[in-house]
């Protein structure tokens, strides 16, 4: 018994218990950014002085604050800025203050009470100035709280009494921006009920009109103008008072008002305005024009320029205002008459005849002022001569644009203009010459060059410019002339101009294509001077190498086109020349109708090309061919590469016959260029067999991938016009290629980290064509990127060698995405005519200085050609090269 107890008791003891292991939970780090404002409060607090407290300022200011961290920085600067008594910490916070409140993603609502409290305590003008520019900066962060407005146009108004110029200029610039707009229309209410109405922002702003600070009279100009820029409509009489300032002392204020009756005066043009001292009245529009017209002759250049070109958009003056301002005598339709009525009542008010015994008994009653009889100032007559005139270019320059507005809107005023503007062309400045060519070009639809005009013009062609000179020949391209001695002595001129300068080769063939389609009934009377035929002898055949005889036929071919009796006058070898030239300067000989010559010319061929109905039928080609690609899927691989062969070949020859098609046709062949190299490289017996038994197949995929991606930036960037569809299926095709390269990465085995990070690569790639043509995804049904989308869950999870297999399968099972052709493609085209690189005179130049390299060149189709187009320059030897070049636009 007792052994059996001592057991039991042994097993109680001995019992062993198992508690479950707990994991202990992994320690979670927080990582914090160090605090900008505790960082700001130690910097503040360790500075000795205002000069330490500055520096630590000026630091922080070069810091970019996080949008969070911004409320916490701004309580420590204001908390040390009442504590600071220097002003000038006090004007860096106060700038500080509406730098942070323009950080992205703050909203400055928060500081409004505590930026506007800081005003009540603070007696220097300038920290005044700068909160009150602070203010402004958190008014404009918050456009939609009308209560934060109102405050702060209150705000303006209580301190619009300091005496400090900036203060004024703060305060008046804050009404302006901040002004509200909608508020109804209200005489009763005073600056004490309605701070924010309409009649109470003008009224106060325009009570600073007289300001003795020209500063803030500016400041109230340029509030009054920025009010108009916000959709608020200035009142009628605010004319009175910029009319007034238009005589100021300063020039800033002048210059301001001038804007100021520009802009009054478009709102209200109809309005009648009297003359003062007289019972006439006018147009306010006309009066603005004669006032403005006034400034052109004020003694700032500054002024001078800004009322010469607010003149040129003043479109709605009356005719004769506008005919006034090119002569500077007074026209007698700007004068003040008196009726009959009038002149018969002063007659019979004078009494009887003076008996001649009393000295100037018959003097008039009253000393009358010219300027007082007449509609518009004696100063503002000529207006556009003196701009011409003036001494600073950039007068002369304003003056000529402010002339070309004026004349497109009024082909009369364009006719009397015209000598003036010929004149311009003789300024000693280039830029004014070649502004002046400019304008001429631009109104050349109104106006038509006599001879002796024109004789001023030619001249300008002996200028050593070649933008002179090429402008010159753009102007004759588009101007009409009056006799044919106007075209003899052009083409004259234009032979010395080839004779001379032999590099504006092209730009005087192309002027004189121009000139001769614009005037074929004056060129026939010339035919038979210009080509040296006469009606009984033969004359010798001229030269076809002669640049000067190329010019002549040009004009004479382009004329022929509209003039079907001038083939008539033609001798046999004008014939031959013709047929030369239709092959070789196609796009300067147009094609020409020859009865009985196309036979023994063939000029069939020539004529082929011509009418509506060929681009047509060729569109229909086109797109014919595109439709017929789009069965490939239905064919085997031999069959299709066929196919595509047969198209591509079709393509490129559609382009080179029909000229208007060219890069539709090329931008179609080489995008199913791209189709067919994919279908070679994609090939049953590559994929079929182990990596060492097909290496040349292996090595000419890559070069196809390579030469696909190649193709498709060429598609993208090569050709104008393109729709956002187009650029989606070249992606695509960009897509298919880098899978291809994907692909043969892993079948090489170059190691499993490249194929990581190409994977990873590609992935990225997939999701940023779905985030840039999430629009045209619906016009990728079936293809090769919608099927990878609807696997992108899969392909984000599985390993490097899982994806290449599918990517493998999904990229042999896709098929063409047919291409949907835009209304116009051009290809964009460089042709370098200038140097030709086979010169006997090779450039030289000395180390280390400036030498110039003129290139001709034609660029067709290219956007943005000063920035998008480069130059490069091959030498012999290892030269550094350093270009500054510019473009002449065509």
Not at 60 to 72: M, Q, W, Y
Not at 269 to 295: T, Y
Not at 481 to 495: D, G, H, N, R
Not at 629 to 655: H, M
Request: hydrophobic share 40%; glycine share 4%.
């Amino acid at each position: 018994m007792a052994a059996h107890l001592k057991k039991r008791v042994y097993e109680e003891f001995s019992k062993v218990v198992q508690i479950p292991h707990e994991e202990t939970p992994a320690k979670k780090l927080r990582l914090s950014k160090p605090s900008k404002s505790a960082a700001l409060h130690i910097d503040l607090c360790k500075a000795t002085n205002s000069t330490d407290a500055l520096q630590y300022l000026l630091q922080f200011a070069r810091k970019p604050v996080e949008a969070e961290s911004v409320e916490g920085v701004i309580r420590i600067l204001l908390e040390h800025y009442y504590k600071e008594t220097d002003n000038s910490v006090r004007l860096k916070i106060a700038s500080l203050l509406g730098l942070l409140s323009k950080t992205q993603g703050f909203s400055p609502d928060c500081i409004v009470d505590d930026s506007i409290n800081t005003l009540s305590n603070e007696k220097s003008h300038q920290v005044l100035a700068q909160l009150l520019d602070t203010l402004l900066v958190i008014g404009t962060q918050l456009p939609e709280s009308p209560t934060v407005r109102q405050r702060l146009i209150e705000v303006a108004c209580k301190h619009l009494s300091d005496t400090y110029f900036g203060v004024r200029n703060k305060c008046l610039q804050l009404l302006g921006c901040l002004g509200i707009v909608e508020s109804p229309l209200n005489k009763d209410e005073g600056l004490g009920t309605s701070i924010g109405g309409v009649r109470d922002v003008q009224s106060i702003i325009s009570d600073y009109f007289g300001d003795q600070d020209p500063r803030v009279r500016t400041a109230a100009i340029k509030a009054m103008l920025q009010l108009h820029e916000r959709g608020m409509k200035i009142h009628q009489i605010i004319y009175d008072q910029a009319c007034r300032l238009l005589s100021d002392d300063y020039e800033q204020v002048r210059s301001a008002a001038v804007q100021m009756v520009w802009v009054l005066s478009q709102l209200y043009p109809e309005s009648i305005v009297p003359i003062p001292s007289s019972n006439e009245e006018i147009r306010l529009v006309d009066d603005a024009f004669g006032k403005i017209s006034h400034m052109v002759s004020d003694g700032s250049w500054m002024v001078r320029v800004q009322a010469a070109k607010t003149l040129g958009s003043m479109l709605q003056v009356s005719p004769h205002f506008l005919e006034q301002t090119l002569d500077k005598k007074l026209m007698s339709d700007l004068r003040r008459k008196r009726t009959a009525h009038e002149r018969a009542k002063e007659l019979f008010a004078s009494g009887e005849f003076s008996s001649g015994r009393k000295w100037a008994d018959d003097a008039p009653k009253e000393k009358l002022d010219t300027n007082t009889v007449n509609l518009i100032a004696s100063g503002a007559c000529g207006a556009f001569v003196h701009g011409l005139e003036d001494e600073m270019f950039e007068v002369r320059i304003a003056a000529v644009e402010a002339l070309c507005q004026l004349a497109r809107s009024s082909p009369t005023f364009a006719e009397k203009c015209l000598d003036f503007l010929v004149d311009m062309f003789n300024d000693e400045i280039e830029e004014v010459r070649l502004q002046s060519i400019h304008v001429l070009r631009e109104i050349s639809t109104h106006i038509t060059l006599r001879e002796d005009q024109l004789d001023t013009v030619l001249a300008v062609l002996e200028d050593s410019s070649r933008d002179i000179r090429e402008a010159l020949h753009e102007l004759l391209c588009y101007t009409n002339v009056s006799t044919k001695e106007c075209i003899q002595l052009a083409l004259l001129e234009l032979l010395k101009n080839l004779n001379k300068y032999p590099t504006d080769r092209n730009s005087v063939w192309k002027c004189l294509m121009f000139m001769g389609s614009r005037h074929p009934t004056l060129v026939l009377p010339l035919v038979s001077e210009l080509l040296s035929t006469h009606p009984y002898f033969d004359t010798p055949e001229p030269d076809m190498d002669d640049p000067a005889y190329i010019a002549v036929l040009v004009l004479v071919f382009n004329a022929a086109k509209s003039c079907p009796t001038m083939p008539a006058l033609f001798s046999d070898h004008t014939f031959r020349h013709y047929v030369y030239l239709r092959d070789s300067l196609s796009h300067l000989v147009p094609p020409l109708r020859l009865p009985g010559r196309k036979q023994v010319y063939g000029l069939d061929s020539v004529d082929s090309g011509s009418g509506s109905g060929s681009v047509e039928s060729a569109q229909l080609f086109l797109q014919q061919s595109l439709n017929r690609v789009s069965t490939i899927q239905n064919l085997e691989a031999p069959g299709a590469q066929d196919l595509l062969d047969f198209t591509i070949r079709d393509l490129q020859r559609l382009g080179e016959l029909q000229t208007e098609l060219a890069g539709a046709a090329d931008f179609c062949a080489t995008y199913l260029r791209c189709q067919l190299l994919l279908i070679k490289a994609l090939q049953e017996k590559l994929w079929n067999m182990a990596v060492p038994l097909c290496l040349k197949q292996n090595v000419t995929a890559t070069a196809a991938a390579q030469q696909i991606l190649e193709e498709t930036y060429k598609l993208e960037f090569l050709y104008c016009g393109l729709e956002s569809r187009q650029v989606a299926t070249i992606h695509h095709v960009r897509l298919q290629a880098k899978a291809l390269q994907l692909i043969l990465t892993a079948r090489t085995r170059q190691g499993l980290d490249p194929l990581i990070s190409s994977c990873e690569k590609f992935l990225q790639d997939v999701e940023s064509f779905q985030r840039l043509f999430l629009t045209e995804l619906p016009h990728l049904q079936d293809s090769f990127v919608d099927k990878l989308l609807e696997l992108m869950p899969r392909l984000s999870s599985c390993k490097p060698v899982e994806l290449v297999k599918i990517l493998q399968t999904t990229l042999r099972q896709s098929g063409l995405l047919q291409l949907k052709l835009p209304e116009q493609i051009h290809r964009a085209t460089a042709t370098i005519i200038e140097p030709t690189g086979e010169s006997d005179n090779p450039l030289r130049f000395t180390t280390g200085l400036v030498v110039a390299l003129d290139i001709d060149a034609t660029l067709e189709h290219v956007q943005d050609p000063q920035n998008s187009v480069k130059v490069q320059v091959v030498a012999s030897c290892s030269i550094q090269f350093v270009f500054y070049y510019y473009f002449r636009v065509w």
